[in-house]
């Protein structure tokens, strides 16, 4: 099984549609859907906005010991990315954007803290989760196949995780300068970090919906973004050779 989690209802309309053979049931508190898509068994789960919702969700599903944990949805992106409404973007690795304490002499994040938030036997995690390294290069190469036909962007790299969105243009450049991140969301590390903590794959990709900075809701595009994020998800899920079988 293959999880493909979201936050919002929203951003699985389309999967929900072409869901073949689709069973509903509970797990918990949530609404579970199961089924096959590009002739991949999968779960999709709406899982809440935010990284308490996210984790929490992504916890009780990872009980079930999927294969692969796919997390898409909107995100918006940081100016100095070169990215425009409309592309995508697949994260190379997850970062807490705001755990940490800010200090007169500025940000100073779990790392600088000596605050782990994860120990596994291979180390310490602290704001970065990284993010599976060959699924992330297939599906960046489905994303570009896919670019190329919708005619917009594609980025790789890291991704921003916050509990308060950039809607300053300062908060914005602080941010993106602190962590290299290409975008930020809500949910992605949460999720990162729950999987790492038991050993799944994590990948992400996002529709980008708007910059981050002043807010100025008439440019952005949240139809475009969670609809192209569905289409990168089926796409990935359509060049991903058949998972053996237990």
């Not at 605050?115 to 602290?126: E, K, M, Q, S, V």
């Not at 297939?138 to 036909?149: I, M």
């Not at 809607?167 to 975008?183: E, I, N, S």
């Not at 595009?221 to 058949?242: G, I, K, N, S, V």
Request: hydrophobic share 40%.
């Amino acid at each position: 099984m293959i999880v493909l989690q979201c936050a919002v209802a929203a951003e699985q309309r389309q999967l929900r549609e072409q869901l073949l053979h689709p069973r509903q049931h509970r797990l918990g508190s949530y609404d579970l859907c199961q089924g096959t898509l590009q002739g991949q068994p999968v779960a999709l789960l709406c899982g809440g906005v935010g990284k308490a919702n996210a984790a929490a969700a992504a916890a009780l599903l990872l009980q079930q010991r999927p294969r692969l944990v796919v997390l898409h949805g909107c995100g918006g992106f940081y100016p100095a990315s070169g990215l425009a409404v409309g592309d995508l973007a697949v994260a190379c690795e997850e970062h807490y954007g705001d755990e940490g304490v800010a200090t007169p002499q500025g940000f100073r994040d779990l790392s600088q803290l000596d605050l782990p938030l994860l120990r596994t036997p291979a180390g310490c995690y602290y704001n970065r989760f990284p993010c599976d390294p060959l699924l992330t290069g297939q599906l960046a190469q489905s994303c570009r196949t896919l670019a190329r036909q919708l005619g917009c962007q594609v980025g790789c790299g890291p991704f921003v995780t916050v509990s308060c969105g950039s809607g300053r243009d300062d908060l914005a450049l602080l941010r993106q300068q602190h962590c290299g991140g290409l975008c930020e969301n809500m949910e992605g590390a949460a999720v990162a970090h729950q999987c790492l903590a038991v050993g799944v794959p994590f990948i992400e990709v996002r529709g980008l919906s708007n910059a981050t900075g002043n807010r100025d809701l008439r440019q952005w595009d949240l139809a475009t973004a969670m609809q192209r994020a569905e289409q990168a998800t089926l796409a990935f899920l359509a060049d991903l050779p058949p998972l053996p079988q237990e």
